[in-house]
């Protein structure tokens, strides 16, 4: 038998408790002697091997998953052995599609309990926050202009450039407010972040609030996610505990609070995101003013993703030019591509832009979990298009997925196999629009209801040709008038879906 573990580890993340970790926690807790040092760590982001217990001996990580309640007892007996059990998955970090990635953001992410404080210093965690309370804040954006850091929460804009003009705006406060809505379906980096390494997003913020002046800084988070919600706000505070939010500016203030919003898609779109936080409806502003000049209550405001904020510790630490290193043409860093829908492998793989679609699905994802064939992959969310086979040798970074006409968003991916209906998925993007529009324009409020019912007739193939003229036509019409993104994207989608599979919008013309 070998030797017991030092420490076992069994992710508490709500990922991994939704498979079934806390009853694998709980039954390890039982069978194995008082003193073992049970840890819940964050997700490693491998779905698939979900719940992926990891035991720790003379400093190795070895894997076992997806472990059940049953199977517990026979890895005790057995003694967790490195090799021979049918879980046993070897040294963790060996696992081809971690060991493959290149993770800057999510580098900590699962090693620990996210909440342990000390643990996360030792592994470094502090040493980009430590540079940056050196720095001058302009030199602080003079990096993150340089490493090429552009915006997370799907638009790409240039972080340094948006941190600068806050900066030069004055006001009497100005606000950093992290963009934690996570509406995008398919997407969960967020969540695993907050869930799995809160701490790097607070440092991130920390350095943000350095460079722009802020004194207030908020985190927007959906009901849906009352364990990221949990576990960002017991990180809060024991960051506070221990006095790392003092001396980051000159008025030595400087706070995050969590405020919860009730999980509504608009509410993601930053200026809705805002009257949200000032106890308004969800309702997208008219630009200009940008929020970097006139946000929260007036005040010159940043609105940046988790992700974003994430990425500016390693920036940080390693300089604007390491960062550069990664990266496809303007695309620079790393992104965190997330693979969802009839996917075998279900994971979170953070690479630097330029890796293609077919080697995330294939190779990290395995293909598809029924087993049938792909057929088509929504990239970006909701208001990303629809892609096909044809797509997939695209690379995913900003400037080649818009090419062909898509969109990176925040880097969703969700496989759809040769069941789909394609005209059914587009009917879905409008009446997404349709539920979610917040209604202040009549191209959105309204097309997006008038998409849906042409789509309905378009599937009960009523008059298809002249319903597929008037879908385009409303499609430009939302494009062009559309006072936000989500109305002005929501065509994307259906467009996509017309193009690259006609066959399904005339299938009810043909029958
Ligand atoms: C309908 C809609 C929903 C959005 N949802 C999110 C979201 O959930 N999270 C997010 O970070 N950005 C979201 N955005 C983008 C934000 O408006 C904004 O561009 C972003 O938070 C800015 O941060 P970044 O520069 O770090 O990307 C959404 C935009 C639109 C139009
Ligand atoms: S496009 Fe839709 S969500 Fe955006 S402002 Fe107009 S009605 Fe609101």
Redesign the pocket.
């Known amino acids: 038998m070998s030797p017991q573990p030092d420490r076992i580890f069994v992710p508490g993340d709500s990922a991994s408790i939704s498979v079934g970790a806390d009853a694998v926690a709980a039954r390890l807790v039982d069978a194995l002697p008082a003193d073992a040092r049970i840890i819940r760590n964050g997700s490693r982001g491998l779905f698939w091997l979900e719940p992926l217990v990891e035991i720790e001996r003379d400093g190795e990580r070895l894997g076992f998953g997806p472990v059940t309640p049953d199977d517990v007892d026979s890895l005790v007996a057995a003694g967790f052995p490195a090799s021979g059990h049918r879980l046993s998955l070897g040294p963790v970090e060996a696992i081809p599609q971690l060991a493959r990635q290149q993770r800057l953001i999510f580098a900590r992410c699962g090693h620990d309990d996210p909440l342990d404080l000390a643990s996360w210093i030792e592994m470094g965690g502090l040493a980009g926050l430590e540079t940056a309370r050196r720095m001058a804040p302009d030199n602080i954006i003079d990096t993150v202009k340089a490493s090429g850091l552009r915006?997370?929460?799907?638009?790409g804009?240039p972080?340094g450039i948006?941190w600068e003009t806050a900066r030069k705006a004055g006001g009497e406060q100005t606000w950093l407010c992290c963009?934690a809505?996570?509406?995008?379906s398919g997407t969960y980096a967020d969540r695993l972040l907050m869930e799995g390494d809160p701490f790097t997003l607070i440092a991130g913020m920390c350095i943000a609030a350095r460079a722009i002046g802020a004194t207030g800084g908020l985190v927007y988070l959906r009901s849906e996610y009352p364990h990221a919600i949990h576990t960002l706000k017991s990180a809060i505070s024991l960051w506070r505990e221990a006095g790392l939010f003092g001396g980051l500016n000159e008025d030595n203030h400087f706070d995050i609070e969590v405020r919860t919003g009730a999980g509504a898609?608009?509410c993601?779109?930053?200026s809705s995101m805002l009257n949200s936080l000032e106890g308004k409806r969800g309702e997208v502003r008219a630009k200009p003013p940008i929020p970097a000049i006139s946000g929260l209550f007036g005040q010159p405001t940043i609105?940046?993703?988790v992700l974003?904020l994430a990425s500016v510790p390693w920036i940080l630490e390693h300089g604007g030019e390491a960062y550069r290193e990664f990266g496809s043409g303007r695309s620079r860093g790393t992104q965190a591509f997330q693979l969802a829908g009839d996917i075998r492998q279900g994971a979170l793989v953070e690479l630097a832009f330029g890796v293609s679609l077919r080697t995330l699905i294939d190779d990290f994802g395995g293909g598809t979990r029924s087993g049938r064939p792909m057929r088509a992959v929504q990239v970006g969310g909701p208001l990303g298009a629809y892609l096909g086979r044809a797509d997939l040798d695209v690379v995913l970074d900003y400037e080649a997925i818009a090419a062909i006409g898509g969109m990176l968003g925040?880097g969703g991916i969700v496989v759809f196999n040769d069941t789909v209906d394609m005209a059914r998925q587009a009917r879905f993007a409008m009446a997404f629009c349709a539920v979610e529009s917040c209604g202040k324009c009549t191209p959105c409020r309204v097309g997006a209801t008038r998409g849906r019912e042409t789509l309905d007739k378009i599937i009960a193939g009523d008059a298809v040709s002249e319903n597929l003229a008037l879908l385009e036509d409303l499609c430009e019409l939302m494009t062009d008038g559309s006072l936000?993104?989500?109305g002005g994207l929501t065509p994307m989608p259906v467009r996509s879906a017309v193009k690259r599979f006609p066959e399904d919008f005339a299938r009810q013309a043909a029958e």
């Open positions: 915006g997370r929460g799907g638009a804009f972080t948006k963009n809505d996570e509406g995008d898609y608009i993601g779109e930053e609105v940046n993703n974003t925040h936000c993104a989500m």
